[in-house]
């Protein structure tokens, strides 16, 4: 069960493609190792954003060269 407080963010990232994903998560994960707790439930965001960042690999294989 998401949390309603990152759902609208995790909503978004959803029409995200890999490249612009992979580059917010990273930054997001980055921030968080420099500053902790900088942006409260950022541990949640961080895990639905590597979520949906797997998800878009294994998309992006199934969607591969036929």
Do not use: S
């Not at 995790?10 to 420099?34: K, Q």
């Not at 902790?36 to 294989?61: S, V």
């Amino acid at each position: 069960m998401a949390n309603p407080l990152t759902r609208p963010l995790l909503r978004w990232a959803e029409g995200l493609r890999f490249p612009r994903l992979a580059m917010i998560t990273a930054v997001l994960f980055f921030v968080d190792l420099l500053i902790p707790d900088f942006i409260p439930f950022i541990d949640e965001i961080l895990l639905g954003l590597g979520t949906l960042l797997l998800a878009n690999l294994k998309r992006r294989k199934q969607d591969g060269p036929a």
